[in-house]
């Protein structure tokens, strides 16, 4: 009897002790996710086991004590998950780096005139940001930025795209193209009226001015050679012609870098015969960039071609002056 009693106490106490153990045994927690690096907008899932745990928190919330929940965090996060017994605790965390989600691109374009006679031509313009190709229909591949005169043949929509990492944005300006009216229906020659006989005097007037290398500045003799083209401008009927200057460069260097140079030529050009008396809403501006460059080495101005022959501002005339015989 004292044998059975021996025995049952015996197994009583390692029962206790065991339970003592348990009941004292320290939680454990792991935490997994399933991308520590990820772009605003995207998921991360994040998975956690526990053993010996009476409550388990993720992020200060209380969750079962195995799972997994999904999340979109829009900046970096720390996820801290936290096992709980009595007063006894244990945690694990993970941190989930999260980039910006890049900005989309916006483009816009616009034509200086929208309507036009056959044969005549017009200037787009577009800009564009956060993009890191541009394309126009008819026109391919352009910089981000920039100025096109284009004489369509008919009434066409140019639409413009802008593809950046953010995404890709569209827009569109109409070009209408009428027909001319003809010699019937057309008013009698004015003294503002176009004349191609006004407009070779003007080739002969206003003369081609060029450039050093990277520079937009004039040099002296770009000063004289305009200073000889606005007395001209400046007398009687020419006071009335409208014209364009088109700034041109070299093929060296990156297209975006020459539209903008070219269009710092045009406009030195257009500022000097400003200064001369030549009314600014008499000029339209535009670069070409490289686009017409067709040299392949160093030489002068009057040598095509030549890098130095590209660097110029060509002058266009464009409509007025008093019509003569030819």
């Known amino acids: 009897m004292e044998r059975k009693y021996s025995r ?26 399933s991308r520590d690096t990820l772009q605003q907008g ?20 209380p969750v079962d ?14 996820y801290l998950a936290v096992a709980i017994r009595g007063k006894k605790l244990a945690q694990d965390s993970k941190v989930v780096a999260v980039t910006p989600k890049p900005e989309r691109p916006t483009i ?21 940001n ?7 229909s008819e026109l391919g591949t352009v910089p981000s930025s920039g100025s096109r005169v284009v004489s369509p043949a008919q009434s066409t929509t140019y639409d413009a795209t802008a593809v950046g990492p953010g995404g890709s944005e569209k827009a569109s300006a109409r070009v209408t193209v009428t027909e001319d009216a003809g010699p019937i ?36 003799e770009s000063r004289d050679t305009l200073r000889r083209g606005a007395q001209w401008l400046t007398q009687g009927s ?22 903008g140079l070219g269009e710092r030529r045009a406009q030195s050009a257009k500022e000097y015969l400003g200064t001369l008396g030549v009314e600014a809403a008499r000029v339209q501006t535009v670069s070409y960039g490289k686009e017409r460059a067709a040299g392949t080495r160093e030489g002068t101005p009057n040598q095509a071609p030549s890098w130095a022959h590209d660097r110029r501002d060509d002058f266009i005339y464009v409509s007025g002056g008093a019509p003569r015989n030819p």
Do not use: H
């Not at 009698?188 to 060029?210: E, H, K, L, S």
């Open 238 to 259: 020419n006071r009335s012609i409208a014209f364009r200057i088109e700034g041109n460069c070299d093929p060296r260097g990156t297209e975006e870098y020459n539209i």
């Open 130 to 136: 956060n993009a890191d190709r541009v394309t126009i």
């Open 185 to 220: 229906d057309r008013p009698r020659m004015t003294n503002t009226g176009p004349n191609p006989t006004i407009a070779a005097i003007f080739n002969q007037m206003v003369r081609t001015i060029y450039f050093e290398l990277d520079k937009a500045e004039l040099t002296p």
């Open 108 to 128: 816009r374009i616009s034509a200086d005139q929208a309507a036009i006679t056959r044969g005549q031509s017009t200037t787009l313009r577009w800009t564009s």
């Open 8 to 33: 049952l106490t015996a197994i009583i106490f390692t029962a206790s002790i065991l339970i003592a153990v348990v009941g004292c045994a320290k939680p454990k927690v792991t935490l997994r996710v």
């Open 65 to 78: 004590k195995d799972g997994a929940q999904v999340f979109t965090p829009d900046t970096t996060t720390t």
């Open 42 to 61: 995207e998921e991360v899932r994040v998975t956690r086991n526990s053993k010996d745990a009476k409550k388990v928190t993720l992020n200060g919330n």
